[in-house]
Nanobody, 124 residues
Framework: QVQLVESGGGLVQAGGSLRLSCAAS????????MGWFRQAPGKEREFVAA????????EHADSVKGRFTISRDNAKNSAYLQMNSLKPEDTAVYYC?????????????????WGQGTQVTVSS
């Protein structure tokens, strides 16, 4: 069992930055690929970014490429999402998720464990 707790969401103006954190507990963190997903009101949950257990492999959705960066610190059992140049369309609840496969995935169905989500609101 893995417990995930997100933090760092909030209200920011367009063009601003936020850094989301995901603290994990319960198992060997480096054995899990980590992902960030988001869900806006009335929309399906969508992939944002993923990182392998080692941290060497990363993938970002086209919609955030060049603006968002996923990272992890296995010594701190934490994953992060640095979000720069935020746009109003980035407004959503952001979730971190853990996958017992070390290799990353952009498919939500692969992830067994999910945090409770943190709200990000970008004003225009």
């Amino acid at each position: 069992q893995v417990q995930l707790v997100e933090s760092g969401g909030g209200l920011v103006q367009a063009g601003g930055s936020l850094r989301l954190s995901c603290a994990a507990s319960g198992r060997t963190f480096s054995n899990y690929a980590m992902g960030w997903f988001r869900q806006a009101p009335g929309k399906e949950r969508e992939f944002v970014a993923a990182i392998s257990g080692s941290g060497y492999a990363k993938e970002h959705a086209d919609s955030v490429k060049g603006r968002f960066t996923i990272s992890r610190d296995n010594a701190k059992n934490s994953a992060y999402l640095q979000m720069n140049s935020l746009k109003p369309e980035d407004t959503a609840v952001y979730y971190c998720a853990a996958d017992a496969n070390i290799a990353l995935s952009n498919r939500a169905s692969r992830y067994e464990y999910w945090g409770q989500g943190t709200q990000v609101t970008v004003s225009s």
